[in-house]
């Protein structure tokens, strides 16, 4: 039987491309196979009558003693990975399979090992962690240099709200007292300036906090019909200020959405003065929104001066504004990095469709299925 099996082996692996040998129970090799006598510089008949020893170092023969001896008594496999030594003394990893044969009666009779150099395996394994811990150093120092980000954002806006709050309590009461046609319209551009920087200010913190995964929404259930009327109402003297038209195109039925209202205005708003800064004297704004694809879809269309593709790509980065307007606009150029991570805060996303000289369409949705389970979850709450 033994021998039987022992024949299959050599048969295998005189074919294989990995290692292969057998030993008697005193470790000396009655069979070695090429790939293995290759893989320690010798040839087969070199290896064949020597003891095993000879192709491991000291501490990995003292192991494999000491898995033959319980192997012996109990069990006949193992697999191992141990050092080898090749001839010229250099030394190498391998993964080291073997069974012990025994006769018909449990007597052991031989070791049959399989061989593989795993050194490339080794060398990658150590390569992939010493990138890991690359990885996990400069992780360490980003994470560093946001939160220091964050710190400074935090501190700037302190301080810059602090010397504006009275700023613009003090210019609001300005306003209700002056009748003076010259001095009124001097504190309307005070307040209006103080007003921007506030809003630029809120935007720098929001967008500080988005970055960093602070930046949270409390959604509630919100009629969107109440919310982009509510806003076109509000937005339409300024655009008759700036001699431009601002009209609402809305389906006459809008579903429910699960949002933060005072964010989803914050987008609106946010598109609406863009449009306006994009817009000439005479042009049209229009606020759109309907039901598609599970979706609320929500449109500012402008008849403004267009947007080119190559400007359409960092459109939605920080800090990114047209290099065309870049003199004449004010901000920071957060206003629709800020709207595209509130509208992915939702679940939804943000978009744009322009030709230069043809005017803008920004689009955003907001999915409706956040809406739906919260309105099944409500009903079956009131019937418990």
Known sequence: MAEEEIKKFKTISDRAGYGAAITDMEGEFIY????LAQMHGYSSDELIGKHFSLLYTED????????RDRLTQKGTYFAEELWRKRKDGTVFPSLTTAVIVKDDKGKPLYIAATVIDITERKQSEKKLQELYGKEKDLRQELEAEINKRVEFTRALVHELKTPITPVLASSELLLEELKEEHL???????CQGAYNLNQRV????????????MLRLNPESVEPRQLLEGIVDSMGPLALKNGQSLS???ASSLPTVWADEDRLRQV???????AFKFTPTGGKIALKAREDGGNL???????GYGISEKEQTRLFEPYHQLESDRARLSGLGLGLSLSKKLVELHGGRIWVKSQKGEGSTFSFSIPLEAASRR??????????
């Open 60 to 67: 990995a023969v003292k192991h494999i003693y000491r898995l």
């Open 202 to 213: 809120d935007e720098l913190l929001d967008l500080a906090r988005g970055e960093v995964g």
């Open 268 to 274: 609106v708003l946010n598109l609406i003065n863009n």
């Open 184 to 190: 009124l319209g001097l504190a309307q551009n005070i």
């Open 297 to 303: 879809i929500v449109e500012v269309q402008d008849t």
């Open 248 to 250: 609402s195109e809305l």
């Open 32 to 35: 070695v196979n090429q790939s």
């Open 375 to 384: 309105e099944k979850s409500t009903k079956k709450g009131k019937k418990l």
